[in-house]
Each structure stands twice: as C-alpha cells, then as structure tokens.
C-alpha cells in the first residue's frame, strides 16, 4: 500500500515535471514569435531604438517623428507591450514609455545558434584572401 | 563654365552617394523586417533549426515532422526563401533544402545594442545578491 503510494506520488511528480518542462517550451515559443513579430514593422523598430537611446519618452514624443497618426502609433506601443519590449507609466496626465530588453535576450540567444555559419564564411573568406596573397608574392619573386 | 561644370558634376556625385546611402537604408530596414517576419512562424523556425544540425534536407524530409500538408510547409519554405534563408536546388525529382544563415546575422547585429540592458539587469540581481550575502553574515555573528 505504501510503496503504491510512493508510486503515485511519483508518477505525479513526473508528470508534474514533464508538465512544467511542455509549458515552459510553448510559452517559450509563444514568446520568442511575440517578440520577432514585434520586431517586423520599422516604426516599432524605430521606437525601440530611441528608446535604448533616452532613459524614457512620453508618447507624443513617441509619435513626433513619424508620419502618422497618433492612433497608429498606440497600436504600435500595445503590441510592443503584448511582446513585453515596453512598460508604460502613467503620471497624471503623461504616458511615459521604458524599454524593457529582456525578451530581445531569447531571441538574440536563438538566433547565436547559427552564428558558426556566418563565421564559417568569413573563415573562407580570410583563406581566399591569404590565397590571393600568396599568389601575388609568387608572381612579384 | 568649366566652375559651374564641376559644380554640377560634384553635385550628381553627392547626390548619387546620398543616395545610395539611402536605398542601403531602404534595403536595409527591408531586409531586417523580412528576417524578423520569416522568425515569426515556430514551423519556419523549426525548419531552420533543423537544417542547423542537418546539412540539407529534402522538402518531403522537411515536412514529415510536422501535422501539417505538403502544400503549407511549401509556402513556409517560399517565405524563407524570400528572405534569403534558405537555398532551394533540385537534383532530378528531389529538391534539397540548404541554410544560408547570413540575414541572421544582421538582426543579431540589431539585437547586440540592446545587449547591455540585459548586463545592467544581471549586474543588479548580482548585486542583490551581495548585499543579502553580507546581511545573512551579520545576523550570523
């Protein structure tokens, strides 16, 4: 009875675990679409490099630069917000929008696997160039 | 007139440079907002993952994961074809898919300016955790 106890026990430990490691992997992977679907249109982009640039900005100070309209520019800031890129206070009257990098961290982490291809052809590149190099010292001899 | 042909010869010159500056710009933005948008679907990017550790696949290889038909893992491989990830070649009746991982690299290039905010946050917690170090040592004494 007690070793079917234990048994039950761990099967839902295991079960528990397996159920946490499947929940962490989709949102995991709902994360990381959010954050590169924010990252598609330029005027998010835009954004978010001004916002790595100044400590905070209201957000007509947001919108000034672009050429349109202030309701399409808060359609912009809910989905960097949805994405978790932005947190926007408010004081009395003013929104003011802060830069939120952490889930830019697991897109970047993603993407740093592929990062041998692209060293891979600078690798070559660098071997054609010494290629070249020496060829050209045998033809001046 | 030889002063106002130089002129004008300077200025085609700068405008020229101006824009080509320009249409990198253009090309550029373009270019990042496809790679993000291509990192958008988790089958497109399990497709790429997959061709990360796979030197090349074929598409009907490609598509046997996924619950998906042939026909949506073809339109997923015209997206990443658009944006330059992959390299589709055919050999007879089989097409094999290649990655080219180089757009890669300008969004992680993107992404590395906002590197140090995720630093700036590690550095607090490490910080955090100095002080709660030094108080638990002297409620020890």
Request: glycine share 4%; charged share 30%; aromatic share 8%.
């Amino acid at each position: 009875m007690e070793c079917r106890r234990r048994l039950n026990r761990r099967l839902i430990l295991t079960n528990g675990f397996v159920f946490s490691i499947l929940s962490y992997m989709v949102n995991y992977n709902e994360r990381l679409g959010r954050t590169f679907a924010a990252l598609v249109d330029p005027t998010r982009r835009a954004i978010l490099a001004r916002l790595e640039r100044e400590d905070g900005a209201s957000v007509s100070e947001l919108a000034q630069p672009f050429a349109i309209q202030l309701p399409a520019v808060m359609k912009h800031l809910d989905v960097l917000d949805d994405a978790g890129l932005i947190i926007r206070s408010k004081v009395g009257r003013t929104v003011t929008v802060q830069l939120r990098a952490n889930p830019m961290r697991e897109a970047m982490d993603w993407l740093r696997r592929y990062e041998r291809f692209w060293s891979k052809s600078l690798d070559r590149l660098a071997a054609y160039a010494e290629r070249k190099e020496i060829e050209a010292r045998k033809t001046r001899r």
